[in-house]
C-alpha cells in the first residue's frame, strides 16, 4: 500500500457536492481515505474569475500505481464534468491534483511527483499544513509548515463555512 496526498477541488456548480462526490469516487476507485483536511475556500490561482474556489486535502492508501493513480482520477474528473478545453487554467467543476505518492520522486512527460507547483500555492499548502505539518517535502528537505511560511502566493485562503439557509 502506498499512502497518497490528493488535493480536490473546484469553482463550478454546487461545489460542496463535487467534493463530496469526489471523495465518494476516490474512495471506490482509488483506495481508504484516511484523513481529510476542513475545506478551504479562496480566489481562483493563475486565472481570473467571478467564482472562488473550495478545496480539500485527502490522504489516501491505494494499490494503484502512479500511472494507473493518473488515469483513474482523471477518469473521476470526467465523470463529474471536468472539461479541459480552455488551453491554462480555467473554471471547473472539479479537479484532483497528487501531491504526494508516499515520498517518492516522479518526473514523466504526463506525471510530476511531488506536484510540481504545490510549494507556491497557499490553497494547497494551507489545508496540507493542517494534517501534515511536520511532512518533509522529499525534494525541499524542509517541512510543510516552512513552505507555507515562505510561500510568496498571496492569494486569499480562508476556512469554507456553508451559507446556511433560514426560513
Not at 500500500?1 to 463550478?12: E, Q, S, T
Not at 483513474?72 to 491554462?88: A, D, T, Y
Not at 510549494?119 to 505539518?133: D, G, I, N, S
Request: aromatic letters at 10%; glycine letters at 6%; charged letters at 20%.
Amino acid at each position: 500500500m502506498a499512502k497518497v496526498y490528493f488535493v480536490i477541488g473546484g469553482n463550478l456548480g454546487e461545489r460542496e457536492q463535487y467534493i463530496e462526490r469526489t471523495k465518494s469516487l476516490i474512495s471506490e476507485r482509488v483506495g481508504y481515505i484516511l484523513r481529510t483536511s476542513s475545506i478551504y475556500e479562496s480566489e481562483p490561482w493563475g486565472f481570473e474569475h467571478e467564482k472562488n474556489f473550495l478545496n480539500q486535502v485527502v490522504i489516501a492508501d491505494t494499490q494503484l500505481s502512479p500511472a494507473a493513480l493518473l488515469l483513474e482520477i482523471s477518469f473521476i474528473e470526467g465523470v463529474l464534468g471536468r472539461e479541459r478545453n480552455c488551453g491554462g487554467y480555467c473554471p471547473r467543476t472539479v479537479d484532483i491534483d497528487i501531491l504526494f505518492y508516499d515520498q517518492q520522486v516522479l518526473l514523466t512527460p504526463s506525471l510530476v511527483i511531488p506536484h510540481k507547483y504545490l510549494h507556491k500555492r497557499q490553497f494547497v499548502l494551507t489545508p496540507l499544513a493542517e494534517l501534515v505539518p511536520d511532512m518533509i517535502h522529499p525534494l525541499f528537505s524542509v517541512t510543510i509548515r516552512e513552505l507555507m511560511a515562505i510561500c510568496d502566493d498571496t492569494t486569499k485562503v480562508w476556512k469554507y463555512q456553508p451559507v446556511s439557509v433560514t426560513e
